[in-house]
């Protein structure tokens, strides 16, 4: 069964540097998204990607956070310079569509990320 | 605006039922239904569109109430695997992001 990939599986940084996670959504699909859930909290939506634009994000997604799909298969999350708050659990997901039947969305099993 | 749910936890003795409750204070245009366990990523459940349909998975299912804008996921003869918490997230309109509610921690025990 197709599923969402994502590496590293748990990423280590230091306040101030740069992150890059990846995700390989299912090949089909054609709606991308990145996710965060803070240790013990809900799953907080970061950005929704459509045919290599942004289509919404939330206003956790400020300047330090960008997205992008290198290639036909790579989905990234980029975070420039991290602080501690950023550490949580980073989700990608993808989707056949974005609404309606086919809005249904496949997580991959995440990215821990401690900013020491 | 993030949906409301209720319980925030229950604990099951297998073979009991369950309703999780997600509530909305804006019309919706669609409810989603996922299971998250510790330490694993949400997995997709079930979604639901408004005119209020039903439906099931296995012994899962789920109802919309637009006019309520409300949704109930019901959990019949509860399994050990049902365990985990439980996220309702909505749309209030279509092509729109899904927002999750703060999840219902369900732990079935023998």
């Known amino acids: 069964e197709p599923e969402v990939t994502q590496t590293p599986s748990h990423q280590v940084t230091q306040m101030g540097q740069e992150v890059i996670l990846r995700c390989v959504p299912i090949?089909?699909?054609?709606?991308f998204y990145w996710y965060r859930q803070i240790l013990g909290q809900k799953v907080e939506f970061l950005v929704s990607f459509y045919n290599n634009e942004i289509s919404e994000k939330s206003e956790i997604f400020d300047d330090q956070f960008s997205v992008e799909r290198p290639d036909g298969s790579n989905f990234t999350l980029k975070i420039r310079s991290t602080k501690l708050e950023d550490s949580a659990m980073y989700f990608c997901a993808s989707s056949v569509r974005a609404g309606g039947p086919g809005h249904e969305q496949f997580f991959g099993p995440g990215t821990r990320l401690t900013v020491l | 605006q993030q949906p409301v749910q209720s319980p925030q936890a229950v604990i099951l003795r297998e073979g009991e039922d369950a309703v999780i409750n997600c509530s909305s204070s804006k019309a919706l245009y669609s409810v989603h239904w996922y299971r998250q366990k510790h330490g694993e990523a949400p997995v997709f459940l079930m979604i639901?569109?408004?005119?209020?349909e039903q439906k099931g998975h296995e012994k899962i299912s789920a109802s919309f109430n637009e006019k309520k804008q409300q949704s109930s996921l019901y959990l019949t003869a509860s399994q050990l695997s049902y365990s985990g918490t439980y996220f309702c997230g909505t749309e209030t309109r279509g092509y729109q992001k899904v927002t999750f509610g703060i999840g219902t921690k369900l732990q079935v025990i023998p």
């Open positions: 090949s089909n699909h054609l709606y």
């Open positions: 639901l569109l408004k005119g209020g």
